[in-house]
């Protein structure tokens, strides 16, 4: 396997060793302004730079890319800078008295996945009556569905604000954000400690610079708001910018156990007697990783596509999809089990392993909310007390609609317990992102602790 | 093809009542395209049943139909072995499974409410007739 390491700095010396050692062939490409752009083949990348291209299987930018390519977007949107500064613990429950403001820092036209996103959680915030400022340059209203998202956010009492210019300041002492707006009729300042930037336009160097001095003065409290990203939405290209060569290597093996995972061809196996031929699985696949085989009457998986979101899964009645690998369970326990979305909750896994163990909680890691059925949870019900399942925020997932359909599957298994007469309210649902581990610990522990659905 | 739903469960719980050794039997066919009688329904039905009584001894079986005896050929010794039987196939399986194997102890678990064509691969379903609820009274299955 063969990956670039991109960026001109000292990371590749304590990165290229650890890439050896896992068989991985490095190649070091320190000159990122000679890169035209990338382009992605079948089962790679191609380099474009003014004198040759490069193939290569994998990209890992040590070093934030300013060449001018198609994935400029993506790269740029994943570096590290995480979008929700505060995490929504403190939207929902500590704003002290001072609106929630979500600012789309976008120059020229604002993209339209992440103003829905910032939409949704916007209405939802606004509805446990916050104050909340929607602030942006423009407003998109390209697709449909949004007018209405727009006219649901103004009936729930989101105030819009349109700017051309605006100004940070961040105080640490206070915690909190001083925004200075303007627009071409004057200036308004506004204080808020709940700030959500999406976006990467001309304040962005401003915001790099505040969570930068966000990171160094509050090194020891760090997990409460920042974990350096690593993932970004192409699959296969990745970004490395921890402070520390300690988060770097931690984040390097997560990126070589996706690597490892990625390397397969298929995810599921397709019973041929049993598949009914209905073309549900093909409907549903957000990736279009199934196509009939008419010889055989039954589908069959496309080399290479297959993202293990479950999607086909959740939805082929004659049960002929199986994994070929099982949910892995990481920890076992009695009091509680938890089903946990690995872009969301595999956090726990990794950072909260000792406190999982102590307070006698099992963990089951899956891929996505599509991939537990309702027996699953009733099946863990029989050896737990209560089941708690971990995906991503609403419009969060990086497949489809997996936090929608985990909610139908809970759904489904309440309503069949409910007419059983059985109890069900020991079974929640908690919605959080993999930067947050403090609000899934505090999650989790409500959950143990009172019979108050999350 | 047949479309069909689940009877009421509280109903279901009440037919099964008294009996250990379970059998359900689900259908793989029509009933297994319209979500409700196909062997994830079957094993969803088992883990509630069996959460709601954890001495009922539950097995499912998926024959690929069970209007037809080159299916239920296999499954001969675990229809025998059960106290009783929970068939989630329609009218046609329920009355081929009684008149094969036992006449007394087979409870349809179903309602099969249309007899639907597939139309178009993406479209789904266009409905045509209805049927209605699925009775079985020794040897005969009554459409109401």
């Known amino acids: 396997m063969e990956i670039a390491l991109i960026g001109n700095n000292d990371k590749n010396k304590y990165l290229k060793p650890v890439l050896t050692e896992n068989g991985f062939d490095v190649f070091l490409f320190p000159e990122t302004e000679k890169i035209n752009h990338i382009r992605s083949r079948e089962n790679g990348f191609l380099i474009y730079t003014p004198d040759e291209k490069i193939s290569k299987d994998y990209i890992i930018f040590t070093e934030k890319p300013v060449f001018n390519h198609e994935y400029k977007r993506e790269v740029n949107k994943s570096w590290g800078k995480v979008y929700d500064i505060t995490d929504n613990s403190i939207k929902e429950k500590d704003s002290k008295g001072l609106p929630v403001v979500f600012l789309l820092d976008i120059d020229g036209e604002t993209d339209t996945e992440g103003t829905m996103i910032a939409l949704k959680n916007a209405i939802s915030i606004a509805k446990k009556l916050k104050k909340v400022y929607f602030i942006s340059k423009t407003v998109r209203t390209g697709i449909s569905g949004m007018e209405e998202m727009y006219l649901e956010a103004r009936k729930s009492g989101v105030k819009f604000l349109k700017y051309t210019k605006a100004d940070i300041d961040y105080d640490i002492d206070k915690q909190q954000f001083k925004l200075k707006v303007e627009d071409m009729f004057g200036s308004i300042g506004i204080e808020t400690v709940a700030l959500s930037i999406a976006g990467a336009g001309s304040m962005q160097d401003i915001t790099a610079k505040i969570l930068d001095d966000m990171k160094s003065k509050t090194r020891d409290n760090l997990d409460k708001y920042y974990l350096a990203g690593y993932k970004t939405s192409v699959n296969g290209i990745y970004i490395l910018d921890g402070l520390t060569e300690e988060e770097d290597i931690k984040n390097l093996n997560k990126i070589i156990a996706d690597i490892k995972k990625d390397r397969q061809d298929y995810y599921i196996n397709i019973d041929e007697g049993k598949c009914a031929f209905c073309y549900n699985c093909v409907r549903v696949c957000p990736h279009a990783a199934l196509e009939p085989d008419y010889e055989n009457s039954c589908m069959k998986p496309v080399k290479y596509k297959c993202n293990e979101c479950g999607s086909c899964f959740s939805v082929c009645p004659a049960n002929a999809i199986t994994w070929k690998e099982d949910n892995k369970t990481a920890i076992e326990g009695k009091g509680l089990f938890i089903f946990a979305c690995e872009n969301s909750g595999a956090v726990l896994i990794n950072e909260l392993i000792d406190f999982t163990k102590k307070a006698d909680i099992g963990i089951s890691e899956i891929s996505c909310g599509c991939r537990i059925r309702p027996q699953d949870i009733l099946n863990a019900l029989k050896n737990y007390e209560k089941v708690a399942v971990i995906t991503c925020m609403d419009g969060a997932c990086r497949h489809i609609d997996g936090t929608e359909k985990i909610e139908k599957t809970i759904k489904r298994a309440k309503d069949r317990m409910e007419m059983l007469g059985l109890n069900k309210d020991n079974i929640y649902h908690i919605k959080a992102s993999w930067a947050m581990p403090v609000y899934i610990k505090e999650s989790i522990m409500s959950v143990m602790e009172d019979g108050e659905n999350t | ?144």
């Open chain 2, 1 to 144: 093809m047949i479309v069909a739903s689940s009877k009421p469960l509280d109903e279901i719980k009440n037919m099964l009542k008294g009996y250990k050794n379970i059998l359900i039997a689900a259908c793989g066919t029509c009933v297994t395209v319209c979500l409700s009688g196909g062997e994830k329904e079957a094993n969803e039905l088992k883990a509630l049943l069996e959460l709601s009584d954890e001495e009922k001894n539950i097995t499912v079986i998926t024959p690929k139909r069970q209007c037809d005896m080159e299916f239920l050929e296999d499954f001969e010794s675990e229809i025998e072995k059960a106290d009783i039987v929970l068939s989630l196939a329609c009218g046609a399986g329920v009355q081929f499974m009684a008149e094969h194997f036992r006449e007394n102890t087979l409870y349809p678990g179903l309602i099969p409410s249309l007899w639907a064509l597939m139309k178009t691969k993406v479209t789904g379903l266009k409905c045509v007739r209805a049927v209605g609820t699925v009775l079985w009274k020794k040897q005969a299955v009554y459409v109401l």
